[in-house]
């Protein structure tokens, strides 16, 4: 029997959560994954958090607006604001009307949701899963894999990381026992899987081998794929750029760095990796169309 | 140092990955080349103002800058914990008192970002640094630009937080000495039912740990908001000055000029606009054989044009400053004052 490919394997989890430093394409590589998901068969759903609406963009369908956007066959796309995300839930629970309403008034409930670490992430991540599960709204598909455009933060462990931290304070209620069970759903990797987006330059590299390590301590798990983005071409064999030619130094200099860089990655990081490169494409829908043909190249030769 | 960053303070913001934090440290560099006695503060978790300083990253508090200038130069990392403990006792009534508070589990636990005082210790930390009048300018680097955002409303939300009425609703003794709910009739039907449903959604024990810590913070609460309010107006006063960078290309524009827009309603100073790393023009095309050489033209083109429509965006007088990108990122002395250099000269321009 044939070898399932990297892409069937990622076609096979609920959930791909996608992670990196602001400004390494991350964005750009969840458009250019959840396409290629959707086309590999699967019924994909685009999830972004980052108050700033973005993902549209790169596939050229209007902002989602909190709203499930179809895009293409069986890919959409959804746009969450986390708050609204909590107040939804507290309206959930609390059924009377003027209760639910009286407590998203409340400053206790604004402070604590707003101050209570882990809890918007936590509901974020309750919302995918619910969803993946069948609550969606009238004539919205239910997705098979929900892709999620984590946001830039510090140390991306520390979405993954928010539900056992939430379900560790809050032992017991509602919300304690969601967060538990979505705890162990991001904590098996057959359910869920991670792609880590970077650029092989120092510090993007640095950070995902921390990331790498972090995932490892605090999760006991490692990424699915390590996606490396934004390299530029190779050198020709024997490549020695004329002392005027200063886009041909410039481009020695770099790429001996995206080696250097690839290197150092991989001496620690013996994972499924891709490397993306650096198109003169300048953003929108033709970027994911280039970025995606990549893409599929590389995860359906990995094995 | 162009009159523009003449500022005692100077406050780098930006979105991730730009570059902000080398240039905070060329920007501390030059200026205590230039005879200003000038501390570095970063709060940035990864260390990478103390990597490119040369300093030893495990160093807790301000390490000298080894550098022969006629200013003296420091880089410290802002740790918002260690901020806040010290605040706690500076301002607890005794150590009974303190003692309660840091051992308290909420606090150990949730303290850190309780309406966004993890942001509101670092700011606290500038402005007991600028008070204290050892360093004649501070370069401070900070989280990317949404965390920025929250980094600088953070005096005002603990404002609005301290004058709100959680903390009265907090307050109050909801436990008795044996750690049950009181029974909470003056709030009325809708009180019980609220307070029932925050029981009922994260159980009773959180609730005793978050009554507690408030209790035992109550003391501290008028001097934060005092502080709070004076952090406030330093941020906004004419000594502080906002560098914003940008990296490059025209899909950056719209965000940097967002964050341009929310800085000046804020009543805040925007100093200079910064797009780093941008790729230099072909000077002729005869090169453009090769994949690289092809693709580099037009990295140059596209970089133009995203630099061009944020000046024309921005408006033709304010200070838009363009640095190319480097052959390898600045990490030692030497290359930072290189970028410091091309920074003022630009500038100067």
Redesign the interface.
């Known amino acids: 029997m044939r070898a399932s490919s990297l892409l069937d394997q990622l076609a096979e989890r609920q959930l791909l959560i996608v992670t990196g430093?602001?400004?390494?394409g991350k964005s750009t590589v969840c458009a250019a994954l959840g396409r290629r998901l959707a086309r590999h068969g699967r019924r994909t759903l685009l999830m972004e958090v980052?108050?700033?609406e973005n993902l549209h963009r790169l596939l050229d369908v209007p902002p989602s607006g909190g709203e499930i956007v179809p895009v293409s066959n069986r890919l959409a796309l959804q746009h969450l604001d986390a708050r609204s995300v909590l107040d939804d839930l507290?309206r959930e629970?609390?059924k009377?009307r003027?209760?639910a309403d009286?407590?998203l008034a409340?400053?206790?409930?604004?402070?604590?949701t707003?101050?209570?670490?882990g809890l918007k992430e936590t509901g974020v991540f309750g919302r995918a899963l619910r969803l993946l599960d069948g609550h969606v709204p009238r004539r919205a598909e239910v997705p098979q894999v929900v892709v999620l455009d984590a946001?830039?933060t510090?140390?991306g462990v520390s979405w993954m990381a928010a539900p056992r931290?939430v379900s560790d304070?809050?032992?017991?209620?509602?919300?304690?026992h969601m967060a538990a069970e979505i705890a162990s759903f991001l904590e098996d990797p057959q359910r869920s899987a991670v792609v880590v987006v970077t650029q092989a330059?120092?510090?993007?590299v640095?950070?995902t081998l921390?990331l790498v390590e972090e995932m490892q301590r605090r999760l006991d798990r490692r990424p699915e794929l390590v996606v490396v983005n934004g390299l530029?071409?190779e050198?020709?064999a024997d490549?020695e750029p004329a002392p005027d030619?200063?886009?041909?130094?410039?481009?020695?200099?770099?790429?001996t760095?995206n080696a250097r860089e690839i290197g150092r990655l991989a001496e620690s990081w013996t994972g499924p990796t891709v490397h993306l490169p650096?198109v003169?494409v300048?953003?929108g829908s033709a970027l994911t169309t280039a970025m995606e043909r990549e893409l599929a190249v590389q995860i359906e030769a990995v094995r | 140092m162009s009159a523009a960053l003449e500022a005692p303070l100077v406050i780098v913001v930006g979105?991730?990955?730009?570059g902000k934090t080398t240039l905070a440290a060329s920007l501390a560099l030059d200026s205590a080349r230039r005879g200003h006695d000038t501390l570095a503060m970063t709060f940035?978790?990864?260390r990478?103002l103390k990597d490119s300083l040369g300093v030893d990253p495990d160093a807790v508090t301000e390490a000298s800058v080894p550098f022969n200038g006629p200013g003296r130069l420091a880089a410290s990392l802002l740790d918002a914990r260690q901020t806040f403990d010290r605040l706690v006792a500076r301002y607890a009534p005794d150590e009974a008192a303190r003692q309660r508070i840091l051992t308290n589990r909420f606090y150990d636990?949730?303290s850190?970002?309780?309406?966004?005082?993890l942001e509101y210790m670092a700011v606290e930390r500038l402005w007991e640094v600028q008070s204290e009048g050892t360093w004649s300018r501070v370069v401070l680097d900070t989280?990317?630009t949404?965390q920025a955002i929250d980094f600088l409303q953070a005096p005002e939300r603990i404002v609005g937080?301290l004058d709100?009425?959680?903390l009265r609703?907090?307050l109050k003794p909801w436990f008795d000495p044996d750690g049950h709910l009181r029974a909470t009739a003056k709030l009325g039907f809708?009180g019980r039912?609220?307070e029932a449903?925050?029981d009922?959604?994260?159980?009773?024990?959180?609730l005793r740990d978050m009554a507690e810590f408030f209790q035992a913070f109550a003391p501290l609460f008028e001097g934060f908001r005092t502080r709070a309010l004076e952090v406030q107006r330093l941020l906004r006063s004419d000594r502080c000055r906002f560098v914003l960078v940008s990296?490059p290309g025209?899909?950056r524009v719209a965000?940097t000029l967002?964050f341009a827009r929310r800085l000046q309603e804020a009543g805040m100073r925007l100093g200079p606009v910064v797009v780093n790393r941008v790729?230099?023009e072909?000077?002729h095309d005869a090169?453009e054989q090769?994949?690289?050489?092809?693709?580099?033209?037009?990295?140059?083109r596209?970089d133009r044009r995203g630099v061009e429509e944020l000046r024309s965006l921005l408006g033709g007088s304010h200070p838009l400053v363009d640095l190319p990108?480097l052959?390898?990122?600045p990490?030692d002395l030497a290359s930072l004052t290189a970028l410091g250099e091309a920074f003022t000269s630009r500038l100067v321009d």
Do not use: C
């Open positions: 430093k602001g400004g390494v980052d108050p700033r507290v629970k609390l009377v003027v209760l009286r407590v409340s400053p206790v409930h604004r402070h604590f707003e101050g209570a670490p946001p830039a510090g140390h931290l304070v809050i032992s017991s209620g509602p919300i304690g330059e120092e510090m993007p640095q950070e921390e530029y071409p050198l020709p490549f030619d200063l886009l041909g130094l410039l481009w020695a200099q770099r790429r760095i650096l003169a300048d953003g | 979105a991730g990955g730009v940035d978790p990864s990478r636990h949730l850190g970002t309780l309406a966004g005082m989280p990317p949404r937080f709100s009425g959680a609703i907090a809708v039912n609220v449903f925050f009922r959604m994260v159980g009773l024990e959180l990296g025209p899909e965000d967002f790729h230099p072909a000077t090169d090769l994949a690289g050489h092809r693709l580099l033209a037009w990295l140059g596209r990108l052959p390898d990122e990490t």
